[in-house]
């Protein structure tokens, strides 16, 4: 093999490479950091841990993984993190429980380029190259909507309240309005925006033209959140159904009052 082939043949075999080598972003307000699949897989704190009743494989699962207060160097548990998805989902997330020693326990979970993970359904690609799983997830309330999958980038920003006033309720709202809000950014906010705001693209704007308190009538709505199929049935529908042991009554009840509340709300985009 001459040079030049032998140059010709290494680069195809880097670009084949990048093309497989996964990273994940950090912004944790000191700059962007980059870390491989390899990097991570070979962190000090690296270890095989079990996940029962894992969210997205629905079933238990064991992963390589790494603490996920090990990669936030700098960050307070006051802050607010926003965990980005390949395919758009944002997952907002208090630092306090990803820091924590005690309560639920945060993973970033690698997937090995050499032995990938199942898929997560007939034609789709696996939870990797990185998904966020917690242990003892109810210990700190954590919901399905704080397990990232196909996680690609994981930012340090002000609060979603500082990020986006238009999400705001009137300061004279009632508190199950108040509560409802917070429903709305623990449960929605990742695939939904509402007046514009938000940094997800996964699901339709809640507001902005109508909100669907507006054109659902009866009690269709709280059905069609409680169970997406139940109203529509289409194979591609991508909206996950909330049960009552991830919204109870009154927390969906809640949640209503803050939707319809903000119908009252709607800031003129474009
Ligand atoms: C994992 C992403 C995801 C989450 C979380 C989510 N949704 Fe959705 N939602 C979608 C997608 C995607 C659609 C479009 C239909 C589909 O593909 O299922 C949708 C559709 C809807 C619709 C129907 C809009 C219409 O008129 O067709 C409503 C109402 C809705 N979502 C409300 C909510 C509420 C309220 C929450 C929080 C409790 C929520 N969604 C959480 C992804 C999500």
Aim: glycine fraction near 8%; include cysteine; proline fraction near 8%.
């Amino acid at each position: 093999m001459n040079k030049r082939t032998l140059c010709i043949t290494l680069l195809t075999l880097l670009s084949f490479s990048h093309l497989h080598a996964a990273e994940l972003t950090l912004e944790l307000g000191n700059g962007s950091q980059r870390l491989s699949s390899a990097q991570l897989l070979a962190h000090p704190q690296a270890q095989t841990i079990e996940i029962s009743d894992d969210v997205s494989y629905k079933r238990n699962m064991h992963y390589r993984a790494v603490p996920l207060a090990a990669l936030l160097e700098g960050v307070q548990p006051g802050d607010h993190l926003q965990l980005l998805a390949s395919d758009g989902f944002a997952a907002e997330l208090s630092a306090a429980p990803a820091l924590s020693q005690t309560g639920s326990q945060a993973w970033l979970a690698i997937e090995d380029p050499e032995q990938p993970w199942p898929t997560l359904g007939n034609g789709k690609p696996s939870a990797g190259p990185f998904y966020l799983v917690w242990q003892n997830p109810g210990a700190s309330q954590i919901g399905p909507e704080q397990w990232p999958f196909q996680l690609a980038t994981i930012r340090k920003l002000a609060p979603v309240t500082q990020r986006f006033p238009q999400l705001l309720p009137a300061a004279d709202a009632s508190p199950a309005v108040q509560a409802g809000f917070v429903q709305y950014q623990k449960n929605c906010m990742a695939c939904h925006r509402l007046n514009g705001a938000g940094d997800s693209q996964f699901g339709p704007d809640l507001n902005i033209p109508h909100n669907p308190t507006e054109y659902f009538s009866g009690d269709f709505l709280t059905r069609y959140i409680r169970d997406p199929q139940s109203l529509r049935r289409w194979p591609q529908g991508k909206m996950p159904g909330f049960n009552e042991a991830l919204l109870s009554r009154t927390e969906l009840a809640n949640l209503l009052d803050y939707l319809s509340h903000m119908a009252g709300r709607k800031t003129a985009i474009e």
